[in-house]
């Protein structure tokens, strides 16, 4: 190899050994989100704080009310006979529904033919929950009353669910790709973004360009080492959630191992561009984030399906290299695709990684 | 005559600024040339556009033979360079930095250690090779900052304030490091603010605003301008627009 | 005083002269808003869905268009067996498949009723769970049609077979859009990502080039130099603040209906932690690239368990009882019932007392490590 490729990479890991607190960092994160996603973000919609407007409470309300409370959805906090200004109770109290059941609840439920009527107000605030909410209490609530009069619930048609490629639907399955997809373009732009801006706010970089050692080669003796620093970050996700979360790959490792390569390098080069285009080491800092980090965990189609969003923000989506890593390594690990089936979005990625880096060395101009 | 740096009305503007006007110089191979001014006067201005750093406005230059517009990679191995700044990598070795400079200049191994040795006992940097360049006092950085740029025997040594706020003993042994380079063939082309040092180099030129005032050797600059010192001479030439 | 006022004359001059920094600070706020007010959607659209009909009969179809018509699937052909399903959904041409057996329209009118199955694409659970519920939807509605025709050839009302009439209200977004929920704890984001790295890098940044050093052998004091640092970055704080708003009520039409100086003044408690984790992080960092890293890390920790992204009501109990420290879950939460329940201060005084209490706790550990560290 070009030796003065060479003396830039071990240079290049000098400083990485030497900075122990950011080398921390770096290897601590991805294990620590693991972790975070893992079990404290276990989110499961139970016990979800109700109350309940009863003007006239009777023995079939308050069975209903207790089959509101037993039932994994919902917990009754409370029960009033008058709401007075429901708005009050929602801002006084912070529950996310209230029952009102109509003051002739109980007649009607024994006059056949009269529906007994309950009015469910629904704090929307928070729209994924108020969808789910507003979908299930009409079924919940039949079914509820039904059971309590001993009637069958009449029923139709009834679906079954067969899931494909995460049968225990496991979240580990979910997530540990996604992460893998956020965490590797997050360490690798904010560790390339700031190490030439930095160097040129020294001075050390008007150094090199004196020297004899070209642009492309300062490029490339940067990207290298940090290649490697990424890749053990990838390899901790992967033995974390296969060692504590059991996600086993269905797909070929080797494969996995060329796909995260080939996209840590594009993450690493993109930051690189940043660190060209500024001067100032806070420049840099302001715009890593919401050019790298953002677009990748909004857009990639990790939390947020990309076919619910905005055909622009689509467009965008399929401008960043997050995008397809995702696809190849769910395909990979859940799907158990090949290289058959994955080949477009690698090949789109590796031209992604050789275009940016192009740019940057272009950009990068030795004089001025 | 082959000039180790020659200059022809080499001229740099920033926008409607001329930092740089017309100067014209030239330097012979192995002679140690002064190159003084006023702060702001435009030295490093020009000093960049010799190693390659800044694109000239207009003019042209020739350093180690070559067109400092067009042929810039093939000056790069052949000069050495220090900066007003210091800027070697604080938080690396004495030995690590050494190493770095050597191999970015295209030594090989054998040889890379063998100058590391010569260039460490030449100046005295050879019980600091393990300590970390951010501790060291500043005096001893500057040392670093010359062996750096000298590890590869450049052909021209480009030293900007080299001596900045060494002690006068250290200089002194500075300045007999530069005189033994400049006794074996390399050019060092200097700037510097300490009267006394000027009085080493074979010729000086003055900086004034862009332009180059006077340039001679230091005893001629003394005679034309009756002064006893060479800082008289400085005085005389910047203030009054002496000879 | 007279300290303080120089060292904010001095910072604003500092900051004055870095019209790149100023610029930086107003467009990403911008994009972001942009980008989260639309990108954040749990709203799950456009899902594709690959159909076999193995009934083929009026009722299947029925059935079938019902789903189809839906704006929010999008259909992705008629498959012809269920190995076809399978390898369209392997291809990712379909995220769904519905397979209505042979027997359909037969086993409709049977008490035990019909079945269907619907194969998922489980790699995304979230939005496959959301998208399968909604079809359970249709499927349930369609199937109470038929109930209801059936009952009506027989002369009954379905209100005979279901007791019960519920009438589900939305409250505070109506419309259920996710830009209302999504968008004001932004705020809190961009407030608490400027004023942190800003002010540990404007510090780290003195101390690497020595001015720090400098400025500590003039009668002023370190916390005159901290407190004097701070001041523009609470300015430019309030000011993203207003930013949020102004892009959050104009361009989203997220109703803010709360009162503007209150939830000024909270913002300003808010920072006194936000501004303390930024000095603390500058005092143990050596250089800004070591600051970015730091302060990252923290934010990722804070935001994941300040109920910015998952509600924290759903999440263990060991964990709600961590975010109790956390200071960004008191303001993301004012942040959200000022803007869609249009609370103040007497219904929000705890979580302000609380980032108070986090702040002061912050803000004056941070000003203490400070000047152990210079002096």
Redesign the interface.
């Known amino acids: 190899m070009n030796p003065r490729i060479r003396a830039l990479i071990r240079k290049e890991v000098w400083h990485i050994l030497r900075d122990w607190q950011t080398l921390l960092i770096v290897l601590a994160m991805p294990v620590f989100m693991m972790f975070l996603y893992g079990y404290a973000l276990d989110v499961n919609i139970t016990d979800v704080e109700v109350m309940v407007e009863d003007p006239s409470p009777s023995a079939e309300t308050a069975e209903l009310i207790r089959a509101i409370d037993e039932s994994s959805l919902f917990k009754v906090t409370g029960v009033v006979r008058s709401a007075g200004n429901p708005g009050d109770i929602f801002k006084k109290y912070h529950v996310k529904a209230l029952f009102r059941f109509s003051s002739s609840f109980a007649a009607d439920l024994r006059r056949p033919g009269t529906p007994a009527s309950v009015q469910v107000l629904i704090d929307g605030s928070d729209q994924n929950l108020g969808a789910i909410l507003r979908n299930a209490v009409e079924p919940f609530l039949q079914k509820c009353v039904l059971s309590i009069l001993h009637v069958p619930v009449p029923v139709s048609v009834t679906m079954h669910q067969i899931i494909l490629y995460n049968p225990q639907q496991k979240s580990a399955m979910y997530f540990v790709p996604g992460l893998m997809v956020i965490i590797l373009m997050m360490i690798s732009a904010m560790l390339t973004s700031l190490t030439i801006t930095r160097e040129k706010e020294m001075g050390t970089m008007e150094q090199m360009l004196v020297s004899p050692i070209r642009p492309a080669e300062i490029m490339i003796g940067k990207i290298t080492p940090y290649i490697a620093l990424a890749g053990i970050d990838g390899a901790l996700i992967l033995l974390v959630g296969y060692f504590v979360f059991g996600v086993v790959i269905s797909g070929s490792l080797l494969l996995l191992t060329v796909a995260s390569l080939i996209y840590i390098f594009a993450a690493l080069a993109l930051g690189l561009l940043i660190s060209t285009l500024v001067a100032k080491q806070e420049h840099a800092m302001l715009i890593v984030l919401p050019a790298t980090v953002m677009p990748t965990v909004l857009l990639s189609g990790f939390i947020f399906p990309l076919t619910s969003i905005p055909i622009v923000l689509q467009w965008i989506a399929h401008a960043i290299p997050a995008t397809y890593f995702l696809i190849v390594i769910r395909g990979i690990i859940l799907k158990g695709v090949g290289l058959a089936q994955l080949w477009q979005p690698m090949l789109v990625l590796t031209c992604m990684g050789l275009f940016l880096l192009a740019v940057s060395i272009r950009k990068f101009k030795v004089k001025q | 005559m082959n000039y180790s740096i020659e200059t022809n009305d080499l001229t740099k503007k920033f926008g409607s600024y001329t930092a740089v006007d017309h100067i014209n110089v030239s330097v012979k191979q192995g002679e140690i040339f002064g190159f003084l001014g006023a702060n702001g006067a435009g030295k490093t201005t020009a000093i960049r556009m010799l190693c390659g750093l800044l694109t000239p406005t207009s003019g042209s230059g020739h350093v180690a033979g070559f067109d400092i517009m067009k042929e810039t990679s093939k000056i790069r191995s052949r000069i050495g360079y220090m900066s007003q700044k210091f800027s070697l990598y604080p938080d690396l070795a004495v030995r690590e930095n050494l190493r770095l400079y050597g191999s970015l200049y295209g030594l090989d191994k054998n040889d890379l250690e063998r100058r590391i040795t010569e260039m460490s006992v030449q100046l005295g940097l050879v019980d600091l090779l393990p300590r970390i360049t951010g501790s060291l006092p500043w005096g001893w950085q500057q040392r670093l900052s010359l062996a750096c740029a000298n590890l590869h025997k450049p052909q021209i040594l480009f030293l900007d304030e080299p001596t900045g706020s060494v002690d006068p003993l250290s200089r002194r042994n500075f300045w007999e490091l530069i005189q033994s380079l400049s006794e074996e063939g390399t050019t060092i082309f200097v700037t510097t603010h300490h009267m006394d040092e000027a009085e080493y180099c074979h010729r000086i030129s003055i900086m004034i605003n862009g332009k180059i005032a006077a340039i001679d050797s230091p005893q001629a600059l003394k005679d034309q301008n009756r002064c006893d010192t060479l800082l008289d001479a400085f005085l005389a030439i910047v203030e009054g627009g002496g000879r | 005083m007279r300290f303080i006022r120089l060292i904010i004359w001095k910072e604003f001059s500092q900051i004055r002269r870095?019209p790149?920094?100023i610029r930086?600070?107003i467009l990403?706020v911008v994009?972001?808003m942009f980008?989260?007010g639309?990108?954040?959607?749990?709203?799950?659209?456009?899902?594709?869905i690959t159909v076999l009909d193995r009934s083929n009969t009026p009722e299947s179809a029925s059935?079938v268009q019902t789903i189809l018509h839906n704006r929010l699937f999008?259909f992705a052909g008629y498959a012809e067996s269920e190995a076809d399903c399978?390898e369209r959904?392997?291809?990712?041409e379909a995220r769904l498949a519905l397979v209505v057996p042979a027997d359909f329209s037969k086993t409709?009118s049977a008490p035990?009723?019909?079945?269907?199955?619907?194969?998922?694409?489980?790699?995304?659970?979230?939005?496959?769970n959301i998208a399968?519920?909604y079809?359970?939807?249709i499927?349930?509605g369609?199937?109470?049609d038929?109930?209801r025709q059936k009952l009506a050839a027989r002369g009954l009302?379905i209100?005979?077979?279901?007791?019960?009439?519920?009438?589900?209200?939305?409250?505070?977004?109506?419309m259920?859009?996710?830009a209302?929920?999504m968008v004001p704890p932004m705020a809190v984001v961009l407030v608490t990502?400027i004023t942190a790295?800003?002010t540990g890098?404007s510090i780290v940044?003195e101390k690497e080039a020595g001015t720090l050093e400098q400025l500590m052998v003039t009668p002023i004091s370190p916390a005159h130099v901290v407190l004097g640092k701070i001041v523009p970055y609470v300015v430019i704080g309030l000011f993203e603040l207003c930013a949020v708003l102004a892009s959050a009520t104009l361009w989203f039409r997220v109703p803010f209906r709360g009162n503007f100086f209150v939830l000024l003044l909270f913002g300003l408690i808010y920072m006194s932690s936000s501004l303390g984790i930024g000095i603390l992080v500058s005092t143990?960092?050596?250089?800004?690239?070591?600051v970015?890293?730091?302060l990252?890390?923290l934010l990722?920790?804070f935001l994941?368990?300040s109920g910015f992204?998952?509600?924290l009501?759903?999440?263990?109990d060991w964990?709600q009882k961590?975010t109790y420290v956390n200071p960004l879950r008191y303001f993301m939460f004012i942040v959200?019932?000022m803007f869609?329940?249009?609370?103040g201060f007497a219904?929000l005084w705890p979580q302000g007392l609380a980032m108070l209490v986090i702040g002061g706790v912050v803000f004056g550990a941070s000003l203490l490590t400070f000047q152990r560290k210079v002096s």
């Open positions: 870095d790149l920094t930086l600070i990403p994009i972001q980008f989260l639309y990108a954040i959607t749990t709203e799950v659209k456009n899902t594709t059935l999008r399978r959904l392997d291809k990712g409709l035990a009723g019909a079945d269907v199955s619907l194969m998922i694409d489980g790699q995304d659970a979230n939005s496959s399968s519920g079809i359970n939807a499927v349930t369609w199937s109470v038929v109930l009302r209100q005979n077979v279901l007791p019960v009439e519920v009438r589900p209200v939305i409250l505070y977004n109506p259920l859009k996710s209302w929920y990502m790295l800003l890098f940044k143990i960092a050596r250089n800004a690239q070591q970015l890293f730091m990252w890390f990722i920790f994941f368990l992204f998952l509600a009501e759903n999440m263990p964990v961590v959200r019932e869609l329940k249009g609370s219904e």
